[in-house]
């Protein structure tokens, strides 16, 4: 039977698991060696991608989450930057920014403007954002299906604990999130349904993946979508397993700043503090298992005492071959707990 994997993911790192997560079910097709193999081979994969990082620059939507997605499992990503697309060029964005229009501190791609600017006029045109990424997915066949993890626009706003309010992106991009953050405020978000894409990737999936996305601003800002929580928990009418990966290794972030983001909802940067800010499904949360880095392999103990079937595993994405391992071991732990 195809089995039907879902991820929720968030921008740079949760590109590179949902990279991995492809490669592991292509080898696992390709060359089936254990009976997890032969579950995976041809496994669907759906991607619940978070909104909460998009905004209006210039007249533009622009979505770096979805379009980091994008870029990466089309091979267009720039690797070295983290975003945008390979081969850019800056011509039209010097002349944004000279005109005033777009901040030092947010540069536009040209081929990058060419897919803010497509997406912009569908909007106009009336499509929903989901509508929209599979327009762009029609273009670049990615080998799974990328959702909105909301058609309703949702920004999230940053309050400073000096009391300053700007988007989420000025904070992270010009201000490299080292204003402290009092909390994040997601707008509209009580009117905010998911998408009926991920609705429906939920109802039918076989696993659950939370990838190594930053659990406050990206996980986060998906589960607070009213109805997203519940969705995810009933995931294939209940049965579906919910495996989270840990994106923090020993005290640190891996990368981008999800530190500031934990420290500001009063969760300490710990692989295992973030498994209990999720919560173990048996206690009331969402994770069945929990992978850490090996780093991090004296805390399954704990974890396991707290109803988190915890594994440590190499965590570092590098490259294709570690992100393949990160993912099939996520995948391995999904199987293991089938649920009742
Ligand atoms: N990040 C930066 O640090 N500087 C930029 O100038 C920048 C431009 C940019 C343009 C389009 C896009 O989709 C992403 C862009 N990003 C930039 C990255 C983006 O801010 C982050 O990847 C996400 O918001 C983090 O989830």
Same mark, same amino acid.
């Given at each position: ?14 590109a ?15 060359? +089936? ?24 620059? /210039?007249?533009?939507?622009? /979505? ?11 091979? =267009? ?7 945008g697309r ?6 039209v964005?010097?002349?944004? =920014?000279?005109h ?12 990058d ?5 497509a ?7 009336g ?17 799974v299906?990328?959702? @909105? ?6 920004d ?5 604990t ?5 988007h989420?992106?000025?904070?992270w ?10 909390r ?9 349904? +998911? ?16 990838? @190594? #996305?930053n659990?406050?601003? #990206? ?67 969402l994770?069945? /298992? ?8 004296p805390?399954?103990a ?26 099939? /071991? ?11």
């Amino acid at each position: 039977m195809t089995r039907r994997i879902v991820v929720l993911a968030g921008g740079v790192g949760g590109a590179r698991f949902v990279r991995g997560v492809r490669e592991a079910v292509r080898r696992a097709a390709e060359a +089936p060696s254990t009976s997890a193999d032969a579950e995976l081979a041809h496994a669907q994969i759906d991607v619940v991608v978070n909104t909460g990082d998009d905004w209006w620059l /210039a007249g533009l939507r622009i /979505a770096p989450d979805h379009d980091s997605l994008l870029y990466t499992l089309s091979g =267009q990503n720039d690797e070295v930057r983290g975003w945008g697309r390979l081969g850019e060029t800056e011509r039209v964005s010097a002349e944004l =920014q000279a005109h005033g229009v777009t901040p030092d501190w947010f540069t536009l791609g040209d081929l990058d403007l060419g897919t803010h600017i497509a997406r912009t006029a569908w909007l106009r045109a009336g499509l929903t954002p989901s509508e929209v990424s599979a327009r762009l997915q029609a273009r670049w066949p990615l080998g799974v299906t990328l959702h @909105p993890a909301t058609d309703d626009e949702v920004d999230t706003s940053v309050v400073t604990t000096a009391g300053d309010r700007l988007h989420f992106q000025e904070w992270w991009t010009r201000h490299r999130a080292a204003m402290p953050a009092a909390r994040f405020e997601q707008e509209g978000i009580a009117d905010a349904r +998911p998408s009926p894409g991920t609705r429906a990737a939920l109802a039918a999936a076989d696993m659950v993946l939370l990838a @190594p #996305s930053n659990p406050v601003v #990206s996980i986060g800002t998906i589960l607070s979508i009213p109805g997203m929580r519940d969705a995810v928990l009933n995931a294939g009418a209940g049965a579906a397993p919910i495996v989270g990966v840990s994106p923090i290794i020993a005290g640190a972030a891996v990368r981008g700043m999800a530190d500031a983001c934990l420290t500001a909802i009063g969760v300490e940067t710990d692989a295992a503090a973030v498994a209990r800010h999720y919560g173990a499904r048996s206690a009331g949360g969402l994770l069945d /298992a929990w992978l850490v880095g090996v780093e991090d392999e004296p805390l399954v103990a704990g974890l396991r005492a707290d109803g988190v079937a915890a594994a440590a595993v190499p965590l570092w994405m590098r490259d294709l071959d570690s992100s393949a391992a990160l993912a099939a /071991a996520a995948l391995a732990a999904g199987l293991e707990h089938p649920r009742a």
